[in-house]
């Protein structure tokens, strides 16, 4: 109910911007029908910060904008109130009760994306000494028929 509650209020106050419900429904990324706009589906999952026991979770309506937070403010297993969120591509079968789904939009123009490929090479002075070879040792072994004495 209180989920509930949170969800008909963030609607009142984002009326004007596209909440992406018919986009992406049976894949994890694809175009908006309604905005046109490239999205990608990821699922995160609340988890307590001391025992690490998962928590259930929804998006904040006042504060930062889609922050995920806790129903219950205390951990129902330890007490904890520290909690820290995961990020997955895919949904895990276990996590599906826990687990709030977000479409969030990518930009293909974004500069981050445009010159991403970077190499970087380290090269560490060390003597030269310490890579010289070590003597050949060649042990010749014994012709059949010859007695070996060591």
Known sequence: ??????YLFSIIS???KCRH???LLNSNEGYCPDCGKYL????????CGCCNHKREAARAVFGKNGEIIPVSKFCPVCGGEE????KYETLNLVDINYAI???EEFSFEDAYFENSSET???VENVEEENFKTPP????????????CSI
């Open 83 to 86: 909690f820290h969120v995961e």
């Open 120 to 122: 970087k090479v380290w």
């Open 1 to 6: 109910m209180k989920n509930f509650i949170f």
């Open 40 to 47: 990608k589906k990821y699922y995160y999952v609340l988890r």
């Open 21 to 23: 419900s018919n986009a």
């Open 14 to 16: 984002n009326g004007s």
């Open 101 to 103: 789904e977000v479409k």
């Open 136 to 147: 050949l040792l060649i042990q010749s072994r014994p012709i059949a028929g010859q007695i």
